[in-house]
């Protein structure tokens, strides 16, 4: 069974990226295109990254403008058959509607905070903090407004899976094997940390898609996810 993993594929070129996904798709559910991949080559991208395999394709442009823009642009990329197409929770509870009415068959997913921002960083944008509080009040609002996922750092896991219930899913971005360089995240956790406190799918790139191995990185990190979900199964 593939591990709840999304691999962001932040290739240099469509050759690469398509490599990877099909080196990582027998280890994964899913494979994650970004706002570079998307832009330099189209929407397209998201079925030469599907290719022949089962694996699922996570569009991650976070999309953030007035609600009709949105709408239309969910619309427009629904018809390439994301499984999970992400906006932004603070563009508000009309634009979450609005994605969610034009691509009913994509789920789409808010993003609350990200990984990135820690709570001075949040302060200067003048988005008020902690963290863990400005994502919990943007779960809420995202999910009221019809979101069926919300991105989240595996440090606020926990609190929101109390708040919105199990049957919406979170997808943990700043996911890093222990002794993985940070990167430019601020809130991390390893793979089996953000599986226990409760995340259904883990979004890692770099320690996968930067070793000599991706496929190899992939299976190492799906058997230790294995390990962990072994006394519950």
Not at 83 to 96: E, F, N, P, Q
Request: one cysteine or more; hydrophobic letters at 50%.
């Amino acid at each position: 069974m593939a591990a709840p993993i999304a691999v962001a594929i932040d290739a240099p070129d469509i050759e690469t990226a398509a490599r990877w996904a099909s080196e990582v798709a027998p280890h994964v559910s899913t494979v994650k295109v970004g706002l570079e991949l998307y832009l330099r080559y189209g929407p397209e991208v998201v079925g030469t990254l599907r290719g022949g395999t089962k694996t699922s394709v996570f569009l991650d442009l976070k999309l953030h403008d007035i609600p009709a823009t949105v709408a239309g642009a969910a619309r427009n990329v629904a018809r390439f058959k994301p499984s999970i197409l992400t906006v932004h929770a603070a563009g508000g509870r009309d634009m979450i509607a609005a994605a969610v009415e034009a691509a009913p068959q994509t789920t789409i997913a808010a993003v609350t905070v990200l990984t990135s921002l820690d709570d001075s960083a949040l302060a200067e944008i003048g988005l008020a903090g902690p963290a863990g509080d400005a994502a919990r009040r943007l779960a809420v609002l995202a999910v009221e407004a019809g979101a069926r996922a919300l991105v989240c750092s595996p440090h606020e896991v926990a609190s929101l899976r109390a708040e919105v219930g199990p049957d919406v899913m979170l997808i943990t971005p700043g996911v890093r094997p222990a002794g993985a360089d940070r990167g430019d995240q601020a809130r991390v956790a390893t793979p089996e940390e953000a599986i226990a406190a409760g995340a259904d799918l883990l979004v890692i790139g770099r320690p996968i898609t930067r070793a000599a191995d991706p496929g190899a990185a992939a299976a190492k990190i799906a058997a230790a996810l294995r390990r962990v979900e072994a006394p519950s199964a």
